[in-house]
């Protein structure tokens, strides 16, 4: 046929159609008796018309897809094709069922090779978003296996078919659209001579599913961050501090975002207060307002209805100075994640020990996981977060030259890339000669993205201008990771070789 004279259009089916819905049926089911008969075609338009999908060449019917809604508990375990049509035709439509059934997609013979089954399977998977179904369900058919049924089982027939060494028109056509094979249905039409009644139970799971029913239950799609790029200043009192503070918190919140992110060590300034005489004595004295800093910050995130990650501080746990940074959820909850690798100058100048436990958080606006500064250098600590469905990577750093601020800065973009998350770094910027280890910064807070076409192309979401005090406002599109995690170029998780190297956490 000559593509210059076609004109593809797709419709939804409609009764008067059944001459032509009969025609392409007959043609295509001649061993298996051709078309249904009109009571059932007109029972599932009546029942289900978006599910009846058809595609036009002018006043021809060139390609049909029929469907039903199922229950998806009942019809994702063994049945058979009786259990969808009875004796009399009659093919039930469950209206409160959550998942899509696809009974037949049915190709003009003059017309194939010409992608329409795809354009058929986008409709039914748009229509499974559209609606909220789970996703599609089939009962397939192996025609090809009837050539194979005396060299090898059902189950072996469709791994081959999977790896490619054999052709099947129906199941290499359903796996090449994105089908899983959920289990091998036995006697699922009997009369079906070429698959020898045996048949595949596919599945297609719809991404954007959303099973919460209420507003205030459902998952967000875009969740807004802010991080803040930290100026260094004197400050004469804690209160002081938490002003300042405060009004980054006030300023995120009028701009109704979810998340706000300090720095690490962002309460440096208050070692000024004290009158040490070593660094390790310094780092002590700071560790006394952490307690009274995390109360503070957890009262602001409720107050002000945003979640706060607190840049990090140091605590002291029975002699031992940790660094650690609190998640205070707009809830009243707060979490805690220890940084795991302390630096040379952390352990050597303020005896710093590294925590020995990594987390990832559930908040109301995604999963979060924490990695502060050198934290993110470590690839596994990502890996091991992704694992747990790692969303927003959050990086508190506190860097001195550009050289130490590009470790950090890169080694984040990798893992957005690797682990296919949002990363969010924030840190902090200015001069405090009065204070020991806080003579010079250098930062430039960012919002990195995974790399693929839903993402910008540098995956740099946004960036503050380098060492100058700012927030930075970034949204999220949550709905393109789970794009990516499944639809993606490349899919850095689903294609590890986990047969050949894993990552673990010991304790």
């Known amino acids: 046929m000559s593509s210059e004279k076609t004109r593809l259009e797709i419709c939804n089916l409609t009764a008067d159609q059944y001459p032509l819905i009969k025609e392409l049926m007959d043609e295509a089911y001649p061993e298996l008796g051709g078309a249904w008969p009109k009571h059932t075609i007109s029972l599932l338009i009546e029942k289900f018309p978006e599910g009846q999908i058809g595609v036009i060449d002018g006043d021809e019917l060139v390609g049909l897809a029929l469907s039903v809604q199922v229950d998806y508990a009942r019809y994702s375990n063994p049945h058979t094709y009786e259990d969808i049509v009875d004796s009399n035709d009659v093919v039930s439509n469950n209206t409160e069922g959550d998942t899509m059934y696809g009974l037949d997609v049915v190709i003009k013979k003059s017309h194939r090779g010409m992608r329409i089954g795809r354009r058929l399977y986008d409709a039914r998977k748009e229509l499974c978003r559209q609606y909220n179904f789970r996703g599609m369900l089939a009962g397939g058919r192996i025609p090809s296996y009837h050539t194979y049924r005396h060299e090898m089982t059902p189950t072996e027939f469709i791994e081959k078919v999977d790896r490619k060494e054999i052709y099947d028109p129906i199941l290499s056509f359903q796996l090449a659209n994105d089908f899983q094979v959920k289990r091998l249905l036995k006697k699922y039409l009997p009369e079906d001579e070429e698959s020898v009644g045996f048949a595949t139970l596919l599945e297609w799971n719809n991404i954007f599913y959303e099973p919460t029913d209420t507003v205030l239950e459902s998952r967000k799609t875009t969740v807004r961050v802010g991080a803040v790029q930290w100026q260094m200043r004197s400050v004469s009192s804690l209160d002081e501090l938490l002003k300042q503070v405060e009004y980054f918190v006030d ?15 962002f309460n440096a300034p208050l070692m000024g207060l ?52 609190y998640l205070c959820h707009r809830s009243g909850k707060v979490d805690e994640q220890r940084k795991i690798h302390i630096t040379p100058h952390e352990k050597n100048d303020w005896v710093i020990r590294g925590g020995d436990k990594l987390s990832v958080f559930e908040t109301d606006a995604g999963r979060v996981g924490i990695l502060i500064c050198y934290d993110v250098e470590f690839p596994e600590l990502g890996r091991l977060m992704a694992e747990q469905g790692l969303e927003i990577l959050f990086v508190p750093f506190w860097t001195d030259t550009k050289n130490a601020y590009l470790r950090v800065r890169l080694c984040a973009q990798a893992r957005a890339i690797e682990n296919e998350c949002y990363v969010v770094i924030a840190g902090s910027v200015g001069n405090l000669p009065e204070v020991e280890s ?35 406002f970034s949204d999220l599109d949550m709905d393109k990771l789970r794009v990516l995690h499944n639809e993606g170029s490349v899919r850095n998780l689903k294609d590890r070789r986990k047969d050949l190297y894993d990552v673990i956490m010991k304790k």
Do not use: C, K, W
């Open 251 to 265: 300023t995120v919140s009028d701009y109704q975002s979810d998340f706000i992110v300090f720095p690490e060590f």
């Open 274 to 325: 004290g009158r040490q005489t070593t660094q390790t004595e310094a780092i002590r004295f700071l560790a006394g307002f952490t307690a009274d800093i995390r109360d503070a910050m957890s009262r602001m995130a409720v107050e002000y209805n945003a979640n706060i990650i607190t840049g990090s501080m140091p605590i002291n746990e029975n002699g031992t100075i940790y660094n650690v940074s």
């Open 438 to 472: 806080l003579d010079v910064q250098y930062s430039q807070s960012a919002v990195l993205t995974p790399s693929d076409f839903p993402f910008p192309h540098d995956a740099t979401l946004s960036e503050a201008t380098s060492n100058t005090e700012m927030l930075l």
